[in-house]
């Protein structure tokens, strides 16, 4: 299964093409209204993945926010009731998905979803290889994380990269090189914690950063634009 995470950044190209696609289908309602459009694109997002990652993030936010020790964290995990920090953090992640989408489409940056989607899932491919995993027994991501190799990550990385370049100029060096030493931050903290990565871990990880970026995306749109003059996926 590990010989998938070189594609990890296809995946995340061919989702933001189609959450960008719902974007432009939306944003031509009469009237401009974006805040629908955003809505479309967020709720197109979770029926697409099936929330897995969101999963992952409610989880991840109850463990690290209820447990105290590296086993009670991974037990709460484990558990397949959301608590409080799973539903702020559900809540919270929607909601700025939700901002950054409306701003996106409002200014015509739609790159920069499909961008968020490329990057958010290559930095699975960071942790992967560069963790161990944390949960004693089997779990989903075991045979993803215990047969990586530095190959994997770095063919992730090139293919990343080119489709940046196409997709997004010169700035979208700039947008995976951000997402790379954010993921290098939230490896570190997991392994201090827990002492590695497990699956929730990694769909948090994609929630978080996917949802940071977008954010910054819409927030730098101005200054990133300069950067955008050439790109071959004209989007």
């Given amino acids: 299964m590990s010989d998938a995470l070189p594609w990890f950044p296809l995946v ?62 991974l037990a709460i ?46 930095t699975l491919v960071e942790l992967a290889v560069c963790l161990p995993y944390a949960r004693p027994g089997s779990g989903t991501a075991k045979p993803f994380v215990d ?13 990343a990269l080119l489709l940046l370049l196409a997709v997004s100029g010169p700035a979208g060096a700039v947008v995976l090189t951000g997402g790379w030493i954010a993921s290098r931050f939230l490896g570190f903290w997991f392994l201090r914690r827990v002492g590695g990565v497990t699956g929730d871990l990694l769909g948090a990880c994609c929630e978080l950063i996917e949802t940071g970026l977008l954010l910054s995306c819409a927030a730098a749109s101005h200054w990133l634009a300069q950067f955008t003059s050439w790109r071959v996926m004209l989007i």
């Fill in 12 to 73: 995340g190209c061919l989702l933001g093409v189609m959450l960008m696609g719902l974007a432009r289908a939306f944003s031509l309602v009469p009237g401009g209204w974006s805040e629908g459009a955003a809505g479309a694109v967020l709720v197109g997002g979770v029926l697409l993945t099936r929330g897995f990652h969101l999963d992952g993030l409610a989880d991840w936010a109850d463990g690290f926010g209820g447990g105290r020790n590296r086993e009670q964290i």
């Fill in 77 to 122: 995990m484990k558990d397949s009731h959301v608590g409080a920090f799973g539903v702020m953090a559900l809540v919270l992640v929607l909601l700025s998905k939700w901002v950054a989408f409306s701003h996106l489409i409002e200014m015509g940056s739609f790159h920069w979803i499909v961008s968020a989607c490329i990057v958010s899932r290559t």
């Fill in 147 to 159: 047969d990586a190799r530095s190959y994997h990550r770095v063919w992730s990385l090139i293919l």
